[in-house]
């Protein structure tokens, strides 16, 4: 014991060796005696590790849209405890089993759900339930926002709907973003629903704007969005009591077959707006009013920063729509002579009106369709979707020389087919810079 009393002494010492350790252990650091406590608690170490953290790109994007420097020590163990939840380590538990990367607390999680005999799983269970881990915090976070999501859809849902007439195809949406996740995905892999944390704020993306008249599926987004993370009663329509009004913008564009070119529409009744008590705010106004939910489409970009900077203050944001008929256009009105230098080039991802916001929370429309078969193949709800979903997370494996087998990997070509256009923006130089690390690692 002597020896440890010495540390007391040397105050600068003992916070180094606490700033080296985990969230769980720092945690049990707190618990340890009251002048471990007290250190702790002057020294502001939690902020002391955001600030580490913040030499790390994908904990830098987050924390530029938070005050973190003038934050005390709750409020910094706050923060860190709610960022370790929501962004995609690449050193989460794995292994490869016939081939396949497996992750250790996805497979733990489904053989405790599938089997009535868990005890040999029990010791994996005990480790993955009882840790207060950065790993633990964020499946266990996935798993609470998944719920509160897809509450009031059936088991199964179709996506496309049954009448030829009623019909529309999807885009594929694309997660580069740690902080970025599916919420739904077809049989083939493509992902139709996913959501993301941006700065005090959260966002859903659907892949076509009809998808937002879905009212069983605009109700739990809302819900979640909102931040309010509740399981309500849709037995007697308890989610009266908890949903804000679903504010609506009024304002689109859509693609004018007389005129050959996208033109301004209402947005009104119909096939793009929940069937639930709805009213109505332009994107100018949206700073003012400060809704704690707002539903829009992603096919035009004017008011684009109002609605940025709605989302960064903690407003809830539901965006809808497509890009692969916007894409289809744009190659259609390309002059054939038109050099293919990368800087010249139409890019999806930073020239569609909607991934101009989009592509800052990590999430893009890509220009790849949905297959109709494919969209019309019910989707079990109530799964969670792997991490494994997440191209941010394949980059970083395939950094890291580990490989396996995305279904939906074509559209990671949007991603590194105009590198050096994406390079120059913030939101992609993390993604940009784990493919670059892959590729050389291949022409070594």
Not at 32 to 40: E, H, K, S, T
Not at 286 to 303: A, C, F, I, R, S
């Amino acid at each position: 014991m002597g020896d440890i009393e010495v540390l007391y002494f040397e105050p600068d010492i003992l916070l180094r060796i606490f700033l080296f350790l985990d969230l769980e252990d720092l945690v049990s650091v707190e618990d340890v005696c009251a002048d471990w406590n007290n250190l702790a608690v002057s020294q502001n170490v939690w902020k002391k590790k955001l600030k580490i953290k913040s030499s790390s790109s994908s904990w830098k994007f987050l924390l530029k849209n938070h005050d973190w420097l003038h934050l005390n020590y709750k409020e910094s163990k706050s923060l860190y405890f709610h960022l370790a939840s929501v962004i995609i380590s690449p050193n989460f538990g794995k292994f490869i089993e016939n081939d396949d990367l497996v992750i250790e607390y996805e497979h733990y999680a489904k053989k405790y759900e599938s089997t009535n005999s868990v005890f040999r799983f029990i010791k994996k269970l005990k480790t993955y339930r009882n840790r207060k881990s950065e790993e633990n915090l964020y499946f266990e976070r996935r798993q609470r926002d998944h719920n509160v999501i897809v509450q009031m859809l059936p088991k199964t849902i179709m996506f496309q709907a049954p009448d030829p007439q009623r019909r529309f195809v999807m885009s594929r949406l694309l997660m580069f973003g740690p902080s970025a996740f599916p919420v739904m995905v077809t049989r083939a892999g493509a992902v139709v629903m996913a959501g993301a944390y941006y700065g005090r704020g959260r966002v859903i993306v659907l892949p076509h704007e009809n998808l937002l008249a879905n009212t069983a599926l605009m109700i739990g987004a809302g819900l979640w969005v909102s931040g309010q993370d509740v399981i309500v009663d849709n037995g007697d329509n308890g989610h009266k009591k908890y949903l804000p009004k679903m504010t609506v913008d009024p304002q689109s564009r859509a693609w004018s077959r007389l005129e050959g070119d996208w033109v301004s529409v209402r947005v009104g009744p119909g096939k793009t707006v929940p069937t639930y008590e709805c009213e109505f705010l332009s994107r100018s106004r949206l700073l003012e009013v400060k809704p704690p939910m707002y539903v829009t489409q992603g096919h035009y970009d004017e008011g684009s920063e109002q609605v940025l900077e709605y989302v960064r203050r903690g407003g809830g944001l539901i965006i809808g729509g497509h890009s692969w008929w916007w894409a289809d256009q744009s190659a259609n009105q390309r002059p054939r002579d038109q050099t293919t230098d990368q800087s010249e080039e139409t890019s999806v991802l930073l020239d569609h009106p909607g991934n101009k916001m989009l592509t800052e929370f990590g999430l893009a429309f890509s220009k790849e369709m949905v297959e109709s078969r494919d969209a019309a193949f019910p989707i079990k709800t109530r799964e969670v979707p792997s991490v494994k979903e997440s191209f941010y997370y394949f980059a970083a494996m395939r950094a890291r020389g580990i490989n396996y087998r995305k279904s939906d990997e074509c559209i990671y070509d949007e991603l590194y087919s105009q590198s050096k256009r994406l390079e120059k923006y913030e939101m992609f130089q993390e993604i940009i810079r784990l493919n670059s690390i892959h590729l050389s690692r291949l022409n070594m």
